[in-house]
């Protein structure tokens, strides 16, 4: 049977940060093996990778289910993704005029999905801007695993980002190029902490404000106020 021309891993893992996977989705091995044209061996191959990394968990007798991180474990993907790309931009001595464009083209991407009301759009291309600065800088390596940590950040923040969160996201996105183009990288960092920052605080502000969280998570409900839009 043929090998996809995706990795299995790399499909789930865009689509959790695409908002088209949620938290707690059941995946099906014999699903995907007739989705991909693969085997299950491959499919559980595939999906024990993502189980070490941290994006799915299996549960005996009932499957694979991709993890529902607590805000805590959201929050220490969030430092994470702070030292990962601080790390880089203070490690960069210049950026290639083509990283620029390459982000400035991103930052247009990101504010077409925004105006066009298109929240999968928007919440993939908002958590890629990051894997994308960080590829774009020529780290492949680093960009992997900030893939899976910003997937693991997305899928709690995604239940709670209103459009005007998106539209400051994208703002701070447009100043941290706008300052790596001019060649300020340590400034770009330091805005970067705290853009992530900025992130992780509204994240932590509208759980903390939802007394039903609890009961809300039991029964898969999307918090009031959330986009209407936003759906498996």
Not at 42 to 57: F, H, K, M, P, W
Not at 68 to 87: D, I, K
Not at 107 to 128: K, N, T
Request: overall charge negative; some cysteine.
């Amino acid at each position: 049977m043929e090998q996809p021309s995706t990795p299995i891993d790399r499909v789930i893992v865009d689509a959790i940060l695409a908002g088209r996977i949620r938290a707690g989705t059941r995946l099906g091995e014999q699903q995907l093996a007739a989705l991909f044209g693969v085997s299950r061996t491959s499919v559980r191959e595939a999906l024990i990778r993502l189980e070490a990394r941290g994006i799915l968990q299996v549960s005996p007798r009932r499957g694979w289910f991709v993890i529902e991180p607590s805000l805590e474990e959201a929050q220490e993907a969030f430092q994470a993704r702070c030292a990962v790309e601080m790390g880089i931009l203070l490690a960069m001595k210049d950026i290639p005029p083509e990283t620029i464009e390459t982000l400035r083209e991103h930052v247009r991407r990101e504010r077409e999905a925004i105006a066009g009301d298109d929240i999968g759009a928007r919440s993939y291309l908002l958590g890629d801007f990051h894997v994308c600065m960080v590829e774009a800088l020529g780290n492949r390596t680093l960009a992997e695993i900030l893939r899976d940590l910003t997937a693991r950040t997305v899928l709690i923040s995604a239940l709670y980002q209103s459009t005007h969160d998106a539209t400051e996201s994208c703002d701070e996105h447009e100043r941290i190029v706008a300052l790596m183009a001019a060649g300020d990288l340590a400034g770009a960092a330091a805005l970067m902490v705290t853009h992530i920052g900025h992130v992780e605080a509204g994240l932590t502000r509208r759980i903390e404000r939802d007394p039903l969280l609890d009961l809300r998570q039991a029964l898969r409900l999307l918090p009031k106020g959330a986009d209407a839009k936003q759906r498996p």
